[in-house]
């Protein structure tokens, strides 16, 4: 390791600015899971018209 290795946690400004920096990870929103849950019931719907046409 170098001799002018600085800690960057030992900078407490430096700690301050990476504790209050938004976490851009976090901030990303989520996908919506409507094509989800469109796609489940197309499927049940599908299931159960076809077990209906064989049993019927």
């Known amino acids: 390791?170098?001799?002018n290795y600085?800690?960057?946690s030992g900078n407490t400004a430096q700690f301050?600015?990476?504790v209050?920096?938004?976490?851009?990870a976090a901030a990303a929103e989520a996908p919506s899971r409507l094509p989800l849950?469109?796609?489940?019931?197309?499927?049940?719907?599908v299931v159960a018209l076809v077990?209906?046409?064989?049993l019927g």
């Open 1 to 3: 390791m170098s001799e």
């Open 6 to 8: 600085t800690d960057p």
């Open 16 to 18: 301050r600015a990476f």
């Open 20 to 24: 209050e920096s938004p976490d851009t």
């Open 37 to 45: 849950f469109v796609g489940i019931g197309v499927a049940v719907v």
């Open 51 to 54: 077990a209906w046409l064989a």
